[in-house]
């Protein structure tokens, strides 16, 4: 199995029923979910010339998890049923 980088550009709601059907997605994926990830706050972009700031919701990305998945076409699958918004990439966590 390889393992994928679930990356949401989502606006985060923090009523009792989104996080309800979070955690129902997160439980539907079961042992495929290597880490639930956490939403993501303030960040930086660095470059070799310096460090600019990245806000919530100016396009960046707002949270992450990681799947386990045969294919990238099976880790898209594992998103079915996903409360997300708006956008989310995914990305193979390529064995170095």
């Not at 990356?7 to 129902?24: I, N």
Request: aromatic share 10%; hydrophobic share 40%; charged share 20%.
């Amino acid at each position: 199995m390889k393992k994928y980088l679930v990356l949401f550009h989502d606006e985060w709601a923090k009523e009792p029923a989104t996080m309800d059907a979070w955690q129902s997605w997160f439980a539907s994926v079961g042992d495929r979910l290597v880490d639930s990830g956490n939403p993501l706050g303030d960040g930086l972009e660095v470059t070799t010339s310096g460090a600019t700031a990245i806000a919530p919701g100016s396009g960046s990305a707002t949270g992450y998890s990681i799947l386990s998945a045969g294919s990238l076409d099976e880790a898209r699958g594992l998103l079915d049923g996903c409360p997300f918004n708006s956008t989310v990439r995914v990305y193979e966590a390529v064995a170095m």
